[in-house]
């Protein structure tokens, strides 16, 4: 035993184990903190992949979400926009209502002021014409009626009965039918005649 301890080829052997035996206790020591520091780092790694519960769950949830609020804000938006413009066209209508119902009320007004009212005095020399313009034709009555203002030929229209003052209206509105400004004059006596027998029904 003591010679195997001296030979040198044995020394040496025991040496290189003592050596190797020394050289793998101190790498595994310096190994260990390496290799857990290597798990924790990859383990940080998978957990930042995966985003923290409830969270990363509900994310898809949530964008969709977002998309539809979205499309409704976008819906609401438009609704409004139609809603103005609807508002805008009512309010210019209601001006124009306004302006024309303005336009009637001045107009009325001027009619008004301008009906034609047959005095006394008037009555017998207009009852004379009548029986003279009665017993012409329609065609010749209007000629003589061209030459007359619109008051006078009412008054005579309203003293005429209503088998002559028919016949002068349609040949009037054949004449109306060619000529604008004939059509226009009928419309003027039919209503100054219409509001001429008003009046004097209304009259006391």
Known sequence: MIKLATNPIVALAIALLLGVGTG?????KAAVPLVAAAKAAQAKVVDASQPEAP?????L???????ELKDQKAVVKKREE???QREERLNAERQELTKQRQQLESMRAEISNRITT????EVKNLKSLVATYSSLTPKAT??????MDDTMVVKILSLMKTDTVS???????KQGAADPAVARRVATLSEKLRLLKSGQSSAP
């Open 24 to 28: 793998l206790s101190m790498f595994w």
């Open 55 to 59: 969270w990363g769950f509900w994310t």
């Open 61 to 67: 949830e949530i964008e969709n979400l977002a998309s």
């Open 82 to 84: 139609e809603l103005a």
């Open 118 to 121: 047959i005095q006394s005095d």
């Open 142 to 147: 209007l000629t003589i009626f061209k030459e």
């Open 167 to 173: 016949p002068l209206f349609e040949e009037m509105s």
